[in-house]
């Protein structure tokens, strides 16, 4: 049996803010900044008309995905990390989208030679992590994300997973503080990799 490695999608392994950036000029007349991690606080109209509300915010997301994933490109090192991260471990693409768009991401990782289970989820990601990790079996797990939330909540429910806090989107990082609730923060795939695969040889659970 071989540890585990639960990684997120948008902004671990796809860009996919500096797409919604040009979308949302391009269909909508909308700016995005990248210099803050708060989708919502984020958006604005051209010509100082009202911020979007929350409901026509969600709108604007459910109109990129999946209609504009075809977009999206991949991380730097990505692919290749996953690919040598595969012969110590099973990994499975835990994505915060409807389970409509789950064929879509499939598709659109396998362009980039990503073939890995991918599972859907809504909300905070502790509980299908939990759930993740007790179906697997093994006591080494690993979980790659950018939002500091889905580190605390995977705290909270799976404490003896090791949480890496990754944000790869270059223009944002910058502005995004390390998660408290995570073991470390790596922004590059190269790097990200050597710790990911420290935490497999070492062969312990993170120390709940």
């Known amino acids: 049996m071989k540890p585990l490695l639960i990684c997120d999608c948008d902004e671990v392994l796809v860009h996919m803010v500096r797409h919604f950036r040009d979308w949302l000029d391009e269909a909508h007349d909308m700016e995005f900044a990248l210099d803050r991690h708060d989708f919502f606080g984020s958006l604005s109209r051209r010509g100082g008309g009202p911020a979007p509300t929350h409901d026509e915010a969600w709108e604007l997301l459910h109109g990129f995905f999946p209609g504009q994933m075809e977009r999206q490109t991949l991380v730097p090192h990505a692919a290749?990390?996953?690919?040598?991260?595969?012969?110590?471990?099973?990994?499975?693409?835990?994505?915060?989208?409807?389970?409509?768009?789950?064929?879509?991401?499939?598709?659109q990782l396998a362009r980039f030679g990503i073939t890995h289970r991918v599972q859907c989820n809504s909300g905070p990601k502790g509980v299908p992590v939990a759930r993740l990790v007790a179906e697997h079996g093994h006591p080494v797990t690993v979980f790659v994300d950018d939002l500091a939330q889905h580190h605390a909540s995977v705290a909270e429910h799976a404490p003896h997973v090791h949480r890496l806090h990754m944000v790869s989107e270059p223009e944002m990082a910058p502005h995004v503080p390390p998660a408290p609730a995570a073991h470390a923060r790596i922004d590059d795939w190269r790097r990200a990799e050597t710790w990911i695969a420290a935490r497999f040889a070492e062969g312990r659970a993170a120390p709940g």
């Open 80 to 107: 290749e990390a996953l690919a040598a991260l595969a012969k110590q471990a099973d990994i499975v693409i835990l994505t915060n989208l409807v389970e409509e768009c789950r064929q879509p991401r499939i598709e």
